[in-house]
């Protein structure tokens, strides 16, 4: 069975930094493309970034030079490091995994809430 866990989310102080992590299991993780997808509310769903499985990133114009995206083959696990928080990233955070063909169903984990005090 397909699952996705993220942890890492939590309370943190406008400048401040959290890290994010999705273990996944039940997938051929090297193969997939991995993603992290936030939600604020009242706001539809947004790509915060991506990495394929060659290592090819892919982020939001709003977080680019503050987040990073990594993975760990060996562990199955995709990560998402966040520095220069700002209140506007509150959300709920998603960690995706996306087959890399045009038919392809995504994977979802249950998300992991991050909060930034203004």
């Known amino acids: 069975q397909v699952q996705l866990v993220e942890s890492g989310g939590g309370l943190v102080q406008a400048g401040g930094s959290l890290r994010l992590s999705c273990a996944a299991s039940?997938?051929?993780?090297?193969?997939?493309?991995m993603g992290w997808y936030r939600q604020a509310p009242g706001k539809q769903r947004e790509l915060v970034a991506s990495?394929?499985?060659?290592?090819?990133?892919n982020y939001a114009d709003s977080v680019k030079g503050r987040f990073t995206i990594s993975r760990g083959n060996v562990k199955n696990t995709v990560y998402l490091q966040m520095n220069s928080l700002k209140s506007e990233d509150t959300a709920i955070y998603y960690c995706n995994a996306n087959w890399p063909t045009p038919a392809a169903v995504p994977y979802w984990g249950q998300g992991t809430q991050v909060t930034v005090s203004s």
């Open positions: 039940g997938i051929i993780f090297s193969m997939y493309t």
């Open positions: 990495i394929t499985s060659g290592g090819i990133t």
